[in-house]
């Protein structure tokens, strides 16, 4: 299975076979940190659209780009871009987007990233 059912998102499996055949870029990890708050106080419809917002932010600094679920409130994707530092300016940027509300059903919520990159070298 290379899919995630709960998020409709490709999950982990999809994510090493595209880092594999695909060497280059830079691997990006996100956390929700709050995520088992946020989703004692959802429903899954409401944990879905929460998710569309999600990649809508992350879209902003990396457009056109695959989103993967990793369970429990983790999300990671692939910039394609080898710089390090200009990956890293842009996860700034994209903390700073998240401190927007979201808006979920009546509630709106604070979500705080935390960012882990690593170069993909395709192994």
């Known amino acids: 299975r290379l899919h995630d059912a ?8 999809a994510l090493e076979r595209l880092l594999t055949s695909e ?6 990890a996100m956390r929700v940190r709050n995520h088992d708050e946020i989703a004692a106080m959802t429903d899954d419809e409401q944990r879905l659209a929460l998710i569309d917002q999600i990649g809508a932010r992350i879209a902003v600094v990396a457009p ?5 679920s990793l369970g429990h409130g983790e999300f990671a994707w692939l910039n394609p871009i080898d710089d390090l530092t200009l990956v890293t300016d842009s996860l700034d940027g994209l903390g700073a987007l998240f401190n927007q509300r979201l808006s979920v059903g009546r509630e709106r919520l604070v979500l705080t990233p935390v960012f882990g990159v690593a170069p993909n070298s395709g192994d």
């Open 6 to 13: 709960a998020t409709g998102l490709d999950n982990a499996r």
């Open 23 to 28: 060497p280059g870029g830079v691997l990006v």
């Open 64 to 68: 056109n780009t695959r989103l993967f």
